[in-house]
């Protein structure tokens, strides 16, 4: 099996042009937390922002709201109504207003949000990465429903996978699951996996360390924004292609981050802020 390298991540990372602004750098969509998990949303966004995404608007649940405005003051952040179904037209509207390039969904959220997941998907229209409660919303309803002609990126750790498959989880079900759904399907955990596009590779990065609450936050942030920028690169490659590269290299880069924090504290004290704390020297090894 092929491995997710440097040079692999190097090859195909965006480049930043000098006369950049923001909306060419991604406007990424962020539906996230819930009242018990707020940190989740705001874990998404920051790194979300820190792997270079160009614009962040976070739409979490009410009682999210004033810690997302206290952590991540440069985002964007809707004030949802209490009712889900209510900020779910809100979401709706607000991209119809103001078009983002992808969405990220799931991380925090409970029951009565994940189960909107489907709707928002399909009347957004939105390239999307699926987390947490949004897989296992996606389970229920059926992961073959989801869009094929819409690019997706599947992050699972092993009890989601099997939910969405019905069956064990190894670098086989994520090949399977890709084909099923026709989204690039990473299968989290040592070596994570990941599959689309007709590839399947492993990672070479990461530790035990990153077996703690908010770690997959943060993956599905750094992907999220990664892909933000390569979906505006003009080049040959088809969509799902760049979501591979842009899963690979947050899996990557997620990896080097927890690496270099390690070497400044143990395994079993790594946090998530330790993880983003280390990002922006990850990202450098890649952007210089």
Known sequence: MQKINKAFVKKHFPARPA???????????????????PGAAVLCARACFAAGAGLVTLAAPHAVYNAAVNAVPQAIILKMPQSARAAMAKIIARNKSVPHDLMLI?????????????????????????????????????????????PHILTPHKGEMRRLLGGPANAASAAELAQTTGAVCLLKGPGTIVSGAGITMRNT?????????????????????????????????????????AAAAGVWLHGVAADAAVKKISKNSLAAEDILAALPSAMRQITG
């Open 19 to 37: 006369d950049s602004y923001k909306n060419l750098n991604g406007r990424v969509l962020i539906v996230a937390g819930s009242a018990d998990m």
């Open 106 to 150: 799931g991380p925090g959220l409970d029951e009565s949000w994940a189960v909107m997941t489907s709707y928002l998907l399909d009347k957004t229209k939105l390239p999307a990465v699926i987390d947490a409660s949004s897989l296992n919303a996606l389970a229920a309803a059926g992961a073959d429903k989801l869009a094929k002609d819409i």
């Open 205 to 245: 990065t990461g530790n035990s360390g990153l077996a703690k609450a908010g770690s997959g936050d943060i993956l599905s942030g750094i992907i999220a924004g990664v892909w933000g920028q390569l979906i505006h690169v003009e080049d040959s490659r088809r969509l799902q292609q760049k979501a591979f590269d």
